[in-house]
């Protein structure tokens, strides 16, 4: 498996080196996950749902270092990733090679095995082609060069994994609290928050996800969460402003 030495002097696994770099940058340099008094209290227990290669488990494994870590990643690379990505950094954690959803059983990823971090179970290779197309023009490259680079990027293919829920993972770690539920999974968020049951929203203090709005389901996860007593902010990247995609920070008050 391919390695990297990131800035901070970390040597890790990896899939695509630009995609590692991208992760790096939006995890570890933007704090992509972190708002000032977010999250709230400090983290014991986090749950890292949609890992991949392990970028936000090895950030929060840095920031909160006595915290216990729970990743989930469907993907075979990546998980393979993931796994050596614990082994080395992430002292204690745990890895799931499955998928969060709202039941256990099996379902069929759509994978992209050279921008794995866009892989899901709604994965639309038009429409995710045509935003990094626009992404790379935005970023510099010419038309016909963003074209080959982001149809390079996307070419699809299928494969089954297994699936299983927020309140499975729980029951399974033996643990009473979850004070961050982080969640990136590709416009599957609301299928993860539908496989909490009720009496484990308690449990839970702080979460932060990447939301795709379609369907009016940003305007769904956010009833959701705060009838179960979370505040809310939302928050949309200045280069995503086209898109349908955001963040929510979402903590219960202490």
Not at 180 to 203: F, M, N, T
């Amino acid at each position: 498996m391919p390695l990297r030495r990131l800035p901070n002097g970390w040597e890790i696994a990896q899939v695509d080196p630009g995609e590692a770099a991208f992760l790096y940058r939006e995890i570890f340099v933007e704090r992509s996950y972190l708002r000032d008094g977010f999250p709230n209290p400090t983290p014991e227990v986090i749950f890292d749902i949609g890992a991949n290669i392990g970028m936000a488990s090895m950030f929060f494994a840095q920031t909160f270092p006595d915290a216990f870590i729970v990743a989930a990643e469907p993907a075979p690379e990546p998980f393979a990733a993931l796994t050596e990505n614990f082994r080395r950094h992430v002292r204690g954690g745990v890895t799931h090679n499955v998928a969060l959803a709202d039941r256990e059983g099996t379902r069929r990823l759509g994978y992209y095995p050279n921008a794995t971090a866009e892989s899901g179970f709604y994965a639309d290779q038009d429409s995710e082609t045509e935003l990094a197309r626009r992404l790379l023009v935005e970023r510099g490259l010419s038309p016909a060069q963003a074209e080959a680079v982001a149809e390079s990027r996307h070419k699809l293919s299928y494969i089954d994994c297994r699936t299983t829920t927020v309140s499975a993972l729980i029951r399974e770690h033996a643990v009473d609290h979850v004070d961050l539920l982080k969640i990136d999974v590709e416009k599957s968020e609301i299928e993860v928050l539908a496989g909490i049951e009720e009496p484990d929203w308690g449990r839970i203090r702080n979460v932060v996800m990447e939301i795709h709005d379609f369907d009016d389901r940003l305007h769904q996860v956010l009833t959701l969460l705060k009838e179960r007593g979370f505040t809310c902010e939302t928050e949309q990247e200045t280069e995503l402003s086209a898109s349908d995609i955001f963040m929510i920070y979402a903590t219960k008050p202490v």
